[in-house]
């Protein structure tokens, strides 16, 4: 148990369906992470955000929607996505992000399958 | 950007024996951090080091800056230590923090 929680673990959608993927944090932090994790690759990261602004967008396609309303919690918005998109999303929050060295602690993921 | 690179790639151990696993790294880093990553997706720290040496139980592990190189040990190994083993940097670029990873060391320990 690292503080972290994900949901759903697990989500099968088609192209045309719009769902969201949840993280939520239990450890004070105030920098949260999405990393993409597709199979044979290391993790990619996507989008960065401390104190809940946006700090980090690593040329994410537009399908995929972040939003933090708070600095516990954090969502990926998905809609119209692609085969290709089936991965492994790792959320991970840190104290927070203002330049010096942090430990990143990572949920459990959300496997996610685009039929 | 800063190229991480980890070896072997694949890596299988009979129960009890040792082994040593490598991440090279292209420039210099504020941040290194082991993780292993179990059969079902979940992340697990085991070390921040950006220099020097630390060591928790039958692991440990060393990291040489000034020549771009980390070592992660384990000990007497067991099944439970099976999964893939990631090595990740990060050199802080302004006010956000973003971890580089490697592509991972696949360990399967067998009795």
């Known amino acids: 148990e690292t503080g972290v929680t994900q949901t759903p673990r697990h989500l099968v959608m088609g192209m045309t369906n719009k769902k969201s993927l949840k993280c939520e944090q239990h450890?004070?932090?105030?920098?949260m992470y999405w990393y993409k994790q597709s199979a044979k690759k290391p993790l990619e990261l996507m989008f960065v955000?401390?104190?809940?602004?946006?700090?980090e967008n690593n040329s994410v396609p537009s399908r995929f929607s972040p939003e933090c309303p708070n600095s516990s919690h954090l969502f990926l918005h998905l809609h119209t996505l692609q085969p290709e998109d089936s991965a492994l999303y790792l959320c991970?929050?840190?104290?927070?992000?203002?330049?010096?060295?942090?430990?990143?602690?990572f949920g459990p993921g959300t496997r996610l399958l685009v039929l | 950007g800063i190229q991480v690179e980890q070896s072997p790639p694949d890596l299988i151990l009979q129960e009890g024996a040792n082994s040593t696993l490598r991440c090279n790294f292209s420039?210099?880093?504020?941040?290194l951090q082991w993780f292993h990553q179990n059969p079902w997706g979940q992340l697990i720290n085991l070390f921040y080091?950006?220099?020097g040496t630390k060591q928790n139980g039958r692991l440990s592990a060393t990291t040489v800056a000034t020549e771009r190189y980390s070592l992660l040990y384990i000990s007497s190994s067991q099944t439970t230590d099976s999964g893939v083993y990631f090595c990740?940097?990060?050199?802080?670029?302004?006010?956000?923090?973003?971890?580089?990873f490697g592509t991972g060391t696949r360990l399967q320990v067998t009795l």
């Open positions: 955000y401390n104190f809940k602004e946006q700090t």
């Open positions: 420039d210099s880093v504020n941040n």
């Open positions: 450890l004070g932090h105030n920098a």
């Open positions: 990740a940097v990060e050199r802080f670029t302004g006010t956000a923090s973003k971890l580089t």
């Open positions: 080091i950006p220099s």
């Open positions: 991970a929050s840190s104290q927070d992000t203002t330049g010096r060295p942090e430990t990143q602690y």
